[in-house]
């Protein structure tokens, strides 16, 4: 630990003049609630708790957790159509699940977020405080309704429960809106594709003379992605390939070698040939019966498949707030969301040896049969790019709607309380049409001449004439006619509902005073019951294709929780301990699933001189598998492996899913740091914060090309998870959730905000000069499988892959004034390389910077009135991803991007 702590001294001052963050969060505690006026009845707002480390709500009360707040027009500067797009942006977050990351599955339709890139399931987010169902998709959220996000950057078990081992994000509403404001926007590349449409729009009015107020919000979006992938020729095709000494070589151009686009023969004489549309035969280049091959007419899913995922969805949200009594307040909300599209997904096609016909196939063409007959050949292997006839779609669904009822209220001078009942159903349903049928496509395949009508039927037709064959002609694209096509696939359905209760009590006030000020309490109740009901197709039951089936699933877990907080202040107007405060809370959560589990916290803050305040916290989080973890069925995709053992690159399907005997997580969470406004310098504000999670247990689910490394090092279970044919080739990869020993990280965020009066330097100039930076430095992020140790920072250009970058860091710089306003934004991460478990010759990546820029103008008009017109440009020199970086959470795939919009109030 000390060696850290010195190298994070020596790292915080490079930090402070690191290029760094946008204006989008400041570093300070959240905002202490107003106190209800006299003679009014009170304000709901003002007795809520807000997420910020703790459920202490004292006015004056600083909770040693160290948070960043993000308000609703910083969020606005970039332009993101929802909030976790706006906050993946921040050096402290990483982009795990977007559009970009999730090319070819559902999740791309979800928008959680990853605290310390510790996975998104260990960063708790909250809805004004409580739990929401549809697994923390924040773009399930208007964002217009958002009036700020505050980010816990600490564990936060204690005060929050299971989930807070990173962090917490709380998104809190708008529910005094008056009136009404709508956003409209549109963007599109330079190349003219992630074309983007977006409106929301939010009202807010009284009722009942004020006792009530309602507010109700809504958006929609239409973004049709990057489709294909090889739309960024530097992106699509590119694999990393063998150089035969241990070493890989990233290349682009790269495709099947062991298929063809109508077909491809992989044994005997004819090795080598591909059939053209017209049955004819033609050598296929650069065949060796590898895998994957550079240039040629080697195919790849990436010629057809997306780059950035399309999105299509909508959100809509009402709250009504109702003064009960003058002591009472009644909130109730209703949510409802969805999100659907199709596209294409991935291929279902046949490689390598796998296919076998006949020379006695009634399609097979006369010279092709007659070269076969004269080599003494009875069969031969086909490898088929089935992009004619198998290439499936993926068809999704999501639709989730919550209600919560709420009452929240004061006893006496010093005591509030609240109370929630909420209740949310998530609906998810996925077809993928074109999935091949194993018994269809075998007969289908083998079709002969039947001896009586001199027609072509399935040989099994001669023995069974009601089996109802359609025979298929595989040789040549586009030769299988469109009702052998539907004879040999099917469609894969998967219908899943989740549904989440929750409920709570909490009492929050101040029994008694010290010398030093008053010592606060709070204590509450909590329960929750999660559970699944997966169904599936027909032919998923039986089990009915070659490459995936879902299967049916059912799960639940209830938890039932207590938990306590105190915070005293013990010091006050002493040299050197001018605040000095402590706070400690506990949490007892009962699982059925996993038992009980405490967590805990302690920590204290202290004002050491005018403007400077110290902090620090320790505690211990927990965190019980989810729904997902445990319950999830089957996800299949395919993913290029580089495999040390055979030292060949190859696509390998890979199979993912969940695991009911995951054992519960625990992580030690270690944070100190400080404050500091400089009354000799004002406008001026800076924090500095160390953290260090130490994870046991880590349920996570283990990347494929992770999953071969740590197998290859000597990990037996994880070679259980890959499944090699007769010739030692991987076929496919299990790679669902696991407990893994051990999962660590540390380092330092450093935040430095400066305005002024645009005065100041120029006498007649109105207005505002504002600048930020933040920057994250990791000393160390590694997993311990009981093994081997995995280090995975810098290692950032891998596909689904576990890395961080050393230092990763945004600085804005801006002027304000009230008519008009401008800004420019550096995003940096420094260098580091694709993969550092795997040895690329060039897989090195030099520090990146990107570019945007910005500007406002608001035009006049009546005074309760206000029209904004705003552009963007992200990306601003066009500078492109390093090599293969596609689906890597860090680098823009897209490229200069243009937005416009309105913005209006009334």
């Not at 009014?40 to 948070?67: E, H, L, M, W, Y």
């Not at 510790?118 to 998709?137: E, H, I, K, M, Q």
């Not at 967590?599 to 004002?607: C, D």
């Not at 804005?812 to 550096?826: K, L």
């Amino acid at each position: 630990m000390s060696s850290r702590i010195a190298r994070t001294a020596l790292s915080t001052g490079i930090a402070l003049i690191l290029v760094g963050t946008i204006p989008a969060v400041s570093a300070q505690n959240a905002d202490t609630p107003p106190a209800p006026a006299d003679g009014k009845v009170v304000d709901i707002a003002s007795v809520k708790v807000t997420a910020s480390g703790s459920r202490i709500d004292r006015p004056g009360f600083n909770a040693p957790t160290p948070t960043v707040k993000v308000t609703p027009e910083e969020l606005q500067l970039s332009t993101h159509t929802n909030i976790a797009a706006a906050l993946n942006d921040l050096p402290q977050f990483r982009g795990t699940v977007s559009p970009q990351t999730h090319t070819t599955g559902v999740d791309a339709a979800r928008a959680p977020v990853d605290l310390r890139g510790l996975g998104t399931s260990r960063t708790l987010v909250l809805l004004d405080g409580r739990r929401f169902s549809s697994d923390n998709d924040l773009a399930a959220i208007p964002s217009i309704l958002i009036s700020g996000v505050d980010v816990v950057t600490g564990g936060a078990s204690a005060a929050w429960g299971s989930g807070a081992v990173s962090g917490v994000v709380n998104v809190q509403l708008d529910s005094q809106l008056v009136g009404t404001k709508v956003d409209v926007q549109g963007g599109v590349s330079s190349r003219s594709d992630n074309q983007k449409q977006y409106v929301s729009a939010a009202t807010g009015f009284e009722v009942a003379q004020g006792r009530g107020h309602v507010v109700i919000g809504a958006e929609a979006l239409n973004n049709d992605g990057v489709i294909p992938k090889t739309s960024r020729r530097w992106l699509g095709r590119t694999a990393q390939l063998s150089n035969g000494d241990g070493t890989y070589t990233m290349v682009g151009d790269v495709g099947y070698g062991n298929a063809a686009i109508g077909g491809l023969i992989t044994s005997g004489v004819l090795a080598g040939m591909a059939f053209n549309p017209d049955g004819s035969l033609r050598p296929f280049p650069g065949y060796t019966g590898a895998s994957l091959i550079q240039g040629g007419e080697s195919p790849s899913n990436d010629d057809i498949s997306s780059l950035m995922t399309p999105q299509r969805r909508y959100n809509v949200l009402g709250r009504l707030s109702w003064n009960l009594t003058d002591n009472v307040g009644l909130t109730v909300d209703v949510r409802h969301s969805r999100s659907w599209n199709r596209f294409p997904w991935f291929g279902d096609h046949n490689r390598g040896t796998g296919l076998r016909l006949g020379v006695d196939n009634a399609f097979l063409p006369a010279a092709v049969r007659d070269a076969m007959e004269a080599a003494g050949e009875t069969s031969f292997t086909l490898g088929r790019f089935n992009s004619d006839f198998a290439f499936p779609d993926i068809d999704y669904d999501r639709r989730t709607t919550q209600f919560t009822v709420a009452l929240d209220g004061v006893v006496g001078d010093n005591w509030r309380w609240g109370g929630y009942y909420s209740h949310g159903d998530n609906q998810s349903d996925l077809a993928a049409p074109g999935f091949l049928l194993t018994s269809n496509y075998r007969d289908a395949v083998d079709a002969v001449i039947d001896p009586v009508s001199g027609k072509v039927v399935c040989r099994v037709t001669l023995t069974n004439p009601g089996s109802g064959c359609v025979p298929i002609n595989l040789f040549g694209h586009g030769a299988p006619s469109a009702e052998a096509a539907a004879y040999v696939t099917g469609t894969p359905r998967r219908m899943t509902n989740t549904r989440l209760d929750t409920a709570g009590l909490d009492l929050r006030g101040e029994p008694f005073s010290l010398p030093a000020g008053e010592v606060s309490v709070a204590v509450g109740l909590e329960a929750r019951k999660e559970q699944i009901d997966q169904k599936v197709g027909a032919q998923d039951l039986a089990k009915a294709f070659s490459t995936w089936s879902s299967s049916p699933m059912a799960g639940s877990f209830t938890v039932r929780e207590a938990f306590a907080e105190v915070a005293a202040p013990l010091l006050r107007d002493v040299p050197a301990l001018r605040d000095l405060q402590v706070n400690a809370a506990a949490r007892f959560s009962d699982y059925n699933s996993s038992g009980a589990i405490w967590s805990w916290k302690y920590g204290m803050t202290n004002e050491f001189f005018d403007g400077f305040r110290g902090r620090f916290t320790r505690s211990r989080d927990i965190r019980s598998a989810n729904l997902s973890e445990m319950y999830t069925t089957s996800t299949t995709g395919w993913s290029t492996i580089s495999d040390p053992l055979t030292g060949t690159s190859l696509s390998a399907l890979v199979i993912g899913g969940g695991n009911p005997r995951l054992d519960p997580e625990k992580a030690d969470t270690l944070t100190v740091g400080f404050t500091w406004a400089p009354a000799r310098a004002p406008g001026l504000i800076m924090s500095v914060d160390y953290f260090d999670i130490e994870i046991k247990d880590v349920i996570t689910q283990v990347s494929a090309q992770e999953t071969v490394l740590r197998c290859i090092a000597g990990n037996q279970a994880m070679c259980g998870r890959v499944v090699r044919d007769g010739n030692g080739e991987i076929e496919r990869i299990n790679s669902n959730y696991v407990n893994l020993a051990e999962y660590r990280t540390n380092g330092v965020d450093v935040d430095l905000m400066y305005s002024l009066p645009a005065a100041t330097l120029f006498a007649a100039m109105p207005g505002q000069f504002h600048a930020r930076v933040l920057a994250t430095w990791v000393d160390s992020l590694t997993t311990y499988d009981g093994k081997n140790s995995f280090e995975y920072v810098t290692s950032q250009g891998l596909t689904g892959g576990s890395g961080v970058p050393r230092w990763r860091g945004n600085a804005t710089f801006g002027w304000r004034g009230d008519r008009y306003s401008a800004q420019a934004r550096a995003r940096y991460l420094s260098a580091g390389v694709y993969n550092n478990q795997l040895q690329l010759t060039n897989g090195d990546i030099g520090s990146y910077v990107y570019w945007d820029v910005g500007g406002r103008m608001r035009l006049p008009m009546s005074a309760d009135r206000e029209f904004e017109i705003y552009a963007d440009i992200s990306n601003l020199f066009d500078k492109k991803s390093p090599l293969g970086a596609v689906g890597s959470p860090y680098y823009d795939v897209v490229g200069r991007y243009y937005t416009l919009g309105a913005r209006m109030r009334f």
